[in-house]
C-alpha cells in the first residue's frame, strides 16, 4: 500500500527534505482522491486545501524528448541533456530531465521519439546545488 504522509508546517519545505533523504512525494486529496506531483497546496480538481504527502512508486512512461539549446543558467553547465514528458504511474504527468538517451542530434533524438513511450524509473540527483527529481530510461 501506498505511504501516506500527514503535512506538517510548508508543504514544499516538507517534499524538499524528503528529497534529501532519497524519498518522492506527491499529494492526495483527501476530499476528492485527485494525486499530483509536484506538490501544491490546493487541488487542481476540486479546489479543497488538505493535501496529503504521498509517497509515488516512481515508475512512469516517458512520452516524449528533446533537448534545448538555451537551458536555465543553473543547468548551463549539464547541457546537453534530455528533457521530457513522464507521465507517471498515479497518473500525473511531469517535464524533467531525463537519464540515458542520446541527444547527439536530431536524428537520434527524432529515432527515440519514435519508439515512444518508454519506461523510465524516478530518482533524486544533486544538481546545480539543489536535489531534483529526474528520470532514467529503463532498459
Given amino acids: 500500500m501506498a505511504e501516506k504522509k500527514k503535512m506538517k508546517g510548508s508543504m514544499i519545505t516538507e517534499f524538499y527534505k524528503s528529497l534529501a533523504k532519497g524519498k518522492i512525494y506527491g499529494v492526495q ?3 476528492c482522491g485527485f494525486f499530483d506531483f509536484p506538490p501544491k497546496t ?3 480538481e476540486c ?3 488538505d493535501m496529503k504527502l504521498r509517497k509515488i ?4 512512461e516517458l512520452l516524449f524528448f528533446s533537448s534545448g539549446n538555451l537551458p536555465p543558467k543553473k ?3 549539464y547541457h546537453p ?3 521530457g514528458a513522464v507521465e507517471l504511474k498515479e497518473g500525473p504527468t511531469f517535464f ?3 537519464e540515458g538517451l542520446d541527444v547527439s542530434s ?3 533524438i527524432q529515432e527515440q521519439n519514435e519508439k515512444m513511450p518508454m519506461k523510465v524509473k524516478a530518482k533524486v540527483k544533486k544538481m546545480a546545488g539543489m536535489n531534483i527529481v529526474i528520470f532514467r530510461v529503463v532498459k
Fill in 106 to 108: 536530431v536524428k537520434r
Fill in 42 to 44: 490546493a487541488c487542481k
Fill in 75 to 77: 543547468f548551463a553547465k
Fill in 81 to 83: 541533456y534530455a528533457y
Fill in 96 to 98: 524533467t530531465q531525463i
Fill in 47 to 49: 479546489g479543497y486545501h
Fill in 29 to 31: 486529496c483527501s476530499k
Fill in 57 to 60: 512508486s516512481g515508475d512512469g
